[in-house]
Each structure stands twice: as C-alpha cells, then as structure tokens.
C-alpha cells in the first residue's frame, strides 16, 4: 500500500493567499519529514523538511508542521505567489535505514495572479 | 556543489526490448537512487544503492535490473519494455543529511 499519501492532488488558489498542503503517513519509524518542489519538466528540489524532534520548522514563506501522534505533516503556504506554481512532493523517512525516502503522489498546485 | 547527469534524456524503445538508463554523479554521495515517476503516482523507488557494487530492491524493482560499477556511476535496465509504456526516471544521490538530488531524468516512450 502507498505508506506516504498526499490527499489532493491539486489546489488553486488566489495570489496572496495562504494554503495548506497535507501529507499522511503509516510508518512509525519514519522520523524525517520533507517537501520537495518540482517545475514542470525540472527535477525535484528540496524546499523544507523536519525531524521528529521538533513539530515546526519555518522557513520564510514556508512553514513544515510535525503531528507524529496523527502521522501526519502540512506545508504552509503564507503570501502565495504564481511562482509557487509546480507540484509539491511530500517524502518521508527513517534516519536509520540508509536515507530512504517514500515519497508521496505529489499535489499541483496553481496560484492565479 | 556537483552536477547529476542522465544519459540519454530521451529514450524510444521498442515492445520486448532491454533499454539501459545512465546515471553519473560528481558529488561524491554515497548513495544513488532510481526512481520511476508517472503521472498521479509520485515518485517510485526501483532501486538504490549504499556504496560501490551494493545493490537494493526498492518498491517497484520488478522488471528492471541495476548495477553500481563505481561510486560516480549507477545504471538501470529495464530488461523487457513494455509497450505503449511512458514514463520518467530520476537518478538521485543523497549527501547522508537526508536531503536528495534529483538528475534532469530520463523520458522514456515504448512504441
């Protein structure tokens, strides 16, 4: 079964906006959280990510919040732009088991100007 | 910094045939992945390796073959194309803090 899970598969939203993206996750060893950001016809990048020892993790616009009792992890959005644009992965793994990552369906994401 | 590269960028094969995907990195990671990417699904993993001649199964390993001839090189082979089948191949290496990078990929296309 998919271990890492993306519940949308795309969002719109308005220029300005704040919007949330949310991944769900079945492995209680995983203890890495990430998002990856990927343009079309460009590789993934790595935008943010967290450990499990620490439930947020802020980055300019970008904010990871950990829920480990609910396995699950969000990426904030704050004063979306249309350079936003792109699919966003989630991926999560276990430190201890050589850096795999499980990554999850990936969610589009549109900001309309 | 260090540069990922994916030979060829654009693959066309034929129904049955074995296509070989391949991957060079300069960053001196340890770890190298092949991940298949389709429409919907994500990412899925085929294979990784921890170091020079390590191999490992990853969740979609079935119908591919991969080997690491040396730290700087890891090549896939997908041993029976399927027909009409259509689909992206990163290459990743890993810098043991967790974070991955990505190669511009493979489009790969079986008429």
């Known amino acids: 079964g998919q271990q890492v899970k993306q519940s949308s598969p795309s969002l719109t939203v308005q220029e300005g906006g704040i919007l949330i993206l949310n991944c769900d996750y079945e492995?209680?060893?995983?203890?890495?959280f990430a998002w990856y950001k990927k343009y079309p016809d460009n590789s993934p990048t790595l935008l943010i990510s967290?450990?499990?020892?620490?439930d947020k993790r802020e980055d300019g616009r970008f904010t990871v919040f950990l829920n480990k009792s609910g396995k699950h992890f969000s990426l904030h959005i704050t004063a979306s732009q249309p350079e936003d644009t792109a699919v966003y992965l989630c991926?999560?793994?276990?430190?201890?088991?050589?850096?795999?990552?499980?990554f999850g369906q990936g969610t589009v994401l549109s900001v309309i100007p | 910094g260090g540069i990922i590269t994916q030979t060829p960028k654009f693959l066309i094969g034929q129904e049955g045939q074995k296509l070989t995907l391949k991957c060079q990195q300069n960053?001196?990671?340890?770890?190298m992945y092949w991940y298949r990417q389709d429409s919907g699904k994500g990412l899925r993993l085929i294979y990784y390796?921890?170091?020079?001649?390590?191999?490992q199964k990853g969740d979609l390993s079935e119908g591919y073959d991969a080997s690491r001839e040396k730290k700087s090189s890891f090549s896939l082979t997908v041993t029976s194309a399927q027909k009409n089948e259509m689909a992206v191949f990163l290459c990743?290496?890993?810098?043991?803090?967790?974070?991955?990078?990505f190669g511009p990929g493979t489009r790969l296309l079986v008429l």
């Open positions: 991926a999560a793994g276990a430190t201890g088991g050589n850096n795999k990552l499980t």
């Open positions: 492995n209680d060893m995983f203890d890495y």
């Open positions: 967290v450990r499990s020892n620490v």
């Open positions: 960053f001196n990671h340890d770890t």
């Open positions: 390796s921890i170091t020079e001649n390590d191999l």
């Open positions: 990743a290496t890993d810098d043991n803090q967790d974070t991955q990078y």
